[in-house]
């Protein structure tokens, strides 16, 4: 069991930046791939990046168009995603999720989610 703990949202104005981190409960295995979603009022969760625990591979939705970074670091068990020029509608609640196997852009292929941080971008 993993437990998941995401931190850092918060509302910031069009254009800034923001860190958000995503803390597990326990060491993930090495075959552990970890997500982030985010979800907009009325819409679907959506995923932005995953990352292998390792490290060495990392994706990313087209949309973001690179204004967002994964990262991690092993020895905290934490995920991070910095995610610069933020814009109005970046506004959601940012997840970020487990599991095993390599990084899946589908929702139904993560086991453990975490509560959730909002972020939101004013005008």
């Known amino acids: 069991q993993v437990q998941l703990v995401e931190s850092g949202g918060g509302l910031v104005q069009a254009g800034s930046s923001l860190r958000i981190s995503c803390a597990a409960s326990r060491r993930t295995f090495v075959s552990d791939a970890m997500g982030w979603f985010r979800q907009a009022p009325g819409k679907e969760r959506e995923f932005l990046a995953g990352?292998?625990?390792?490290?060495?591979?990392?994706y990313y939705a087209d949309s973001l168009k690179g204004r967002f970074t994964i990262s991690r670091d092993a020895a905290k068990n934490t995920v991070y995603l910095q995610m610069n020029s933020l814009k109005p509608e970046d506004t959601a609640v940012y997840y970020c999720a487990a599991k095993v196997g390599a990084v899946s852009g589908q929702v139904k292929q993560y086991a453990y989610w975490g509560q959730g941080t909002q972020v939101t971008v004013s005008s």
């Open positions: 990352i292998t625990w390792t490290g060495d591979n990392t």
